[in-house]
């Protein structure tokens, strides 16, 4: 075809068919004739903002189509509006990415925990929580003891240390714990202010049971050292081993000593703490009374018990070394 075309804009001379069997018609009967296809078709190309602008290539229409021609058919115009595919795919590369992190995230926490749990020790991880607080408890009440242990040797050291200063302190103090083992045990006459307890009355009123009863509440009040004496002026000193029996005519048996009445107990203390707990309601005095005895109770400066309790000898008791 060598005729100028004209209304198409192409120069002179173009296209060419060519030659040879492909520029024959195509024998498809609703294919368009290749003259009837403009290259010159406007195309709306489809822009993004972030898109690079596309060149059209080289040999492009001046619309910016490109004329694909093979060997079997026409000029057809391919439009370029593809160009939105990339962007959807890296959004979901982007979303992908973030569940991938959050994985891996997951799985590093999840190693941490387990080395930290196989590095602890099995025996403890398996114990109960009661005994772990025993287990607790036991370990402070042990150094509680170790410390106590340590401040008494190093107290023993200084004193050994501290040469005949350190003996005669040591000297002292054993002399002021046997004085006072010797007024308990009554083997040791005793004075200081205290009370003398009288008691009047028929058998019946100032029974054993009664002056025991005296006794025991002189004892809670903080008595140091007792004794009791009859009519007769015969004392008996009262320790712990102490006991009282009723005997013949009213009398009183003291450790096998029979005393006859009325009786008076001298005691060394506080004198108001040990009157008042010979008065509580429905106390010593308050019985004796009931039963038609009197409770005489004076208070003295300056007491004295000089009355001495033979040593007891132990047969079966020995101290704790």
Not at 204 to 223: C, H, I, N, P, Y
Not at 274 to 283: K, N, Q, V
Not at 294 to 304: C, G, H, Q, T
């Amino acid at each position: 075809m060598s005729d100028e075309q004209s209304g198409t804009g192409w120069p002179a001379g173009e296209p060419v068919r060519p030659s040879g069997p492909a520029g024959e018609p195509d024998p498809r009967p609703e294919a368009p004739d290749a003259d009837e296809v403009s290259p010159l078709a406007p195309v709306e190309p489809v822009e993004r903002e972030d898109a690079a602008p596309v060149e059209p290539p080289a040999d492009a229409g001046p619309a910016g189509a490109s004329a694909v021609s093979d060997e079997a058919g026409p000029v057809v115009p391919e439009a370029g509006p593809v160009a939105a595919a990339p962007a959807v795919a890296g959004r979901r590369w982007t979303s992908a990415g973030a569940m991938i992190a959050v994985l891996l995230a997951l799985l590093g926490f999840t190693l941490v925990v387990q080395l930290k749990t196989t590095s602890a020790d099995p025996t403890l991880s398996a114990t109960r929580e009661e005994d772990l607080v025993r287990i607790s408890s036991d370990l402070d009440s042990r150094e509680r003891r170790l410390r106590q242990d340590i401040e008494s040797l190093e107290e023993s050291q200084r004193q050994l240390r501290s040469g005949e200063q350190g003996r005669q302190a040591a000297l002292d103090e054993a002399t002021r714990r046997a004085d006072q083992l010797g007024i308990l045990a009554g083997t040791l006459p005793a004075v200081g202010p205290g009370l003398t307890v009288r008691f009047e009355g028929p058998a019946k009123a100032v029974s054993s049971t009664r002056v025991l009863d005296a006794v025991q509440e002189l004892r809670g009040a903080g008595a140091e050292a007792m004794q009791i004496a009859g009519a007769d002026s015969a004392a008996v000193r009262i320790i712990a081993s102490t006991y009282f029996v009723d005997g013949e005519n009213g009398s009183l048996v003291v450790d096998g000593r029979r005393l006859t009445g009325p009786y008076t107990i001298t005691v060394i203390g506080d004198p108001e703490t040990m009157r008042t707990a010979l008065y509580i309601p429905g106390g010593v005095v308050a019985l004796v009374e009931e039963g038609g005895g009197n409770v005489i109770v004076d208070d003295r400066e300056a007491v004295e018990v000089s009355q001495l309790h033979a040593p007891i000898k132990l047969d079966h008791a020995r101290p704790v070394s």
